[in-house]
């Protein structure tokens, strides 16, 4: 019996992911959390692992680029129904992001799942 084959949650851009490891080189191992605060809270945020805490009610969405992504649960109820790609754009944006200090910033970018994708769902799992 073969292992089911998911529709993943989140994904990267090929910017995003040469940013990744341009950061992972200087940073160690990373992780993405997005949150629903004001501002940029709603925008990803990428931090060296250990330097934020995930809580108890974040879910993790799965991986990009080889780091763990979290939304925290209030925000997920917004967006569980769409497909999240994260990409990368000049311009400063606020918080303790690892690659404001390069003049840049990630950002979501999403599409609603297909019915296909919508059946095929990896689940999530609390942070």
Same mark, same amino acid.
């Not at 990267?12 to 995003?16: F, G, H, L, M, W």
């Not at 769409?82 to 990409?87: E, Q």
């Given at each position: 019996m073969s292992e089911k084959e998911y529709s993943e949650r989140v994904d *990267?851009?090929?910017?995003?992911a040469k940013v990744i &490891?341009?950061?992972r080189e200087k940073h160690g191992e990373l992780m993405f959390h997005q949150s629903g605060g004001c501002?940029?809270?709603s925008a990803p945020m990428c931090f060296a *692992?250990?330097?934020f805490m995930v809580g108890s009610r &974040?879910?993790?969405l799965g991986q990009v680029h080889g780091c763990d992504f979290y939304m925290a649960a209030d925000q997920f109820e917004f967006w569980q129904n769409?497909?999240?790609?994260?990409?990368v754009a000049?311009?400063?944006g606020a918080g303790f992001s690892l690659e404001i200090p390069l003049g840049l910033r990630f950002m979501t970018v999403s599409r609603l799942y297909t019915d296909e994708?919508?059946?095929n769902l990896r689940p999530v799992e609390q942070g």
């Open positions: *990267v851009t090929e910017a995003a &490891d341009q950061l501002c940029d809270g *692992v250990g330097d &974040d879910v993790k769409t497909h999240l790609t994260i990409d000049e311009g400063r994708e919508l059946e």
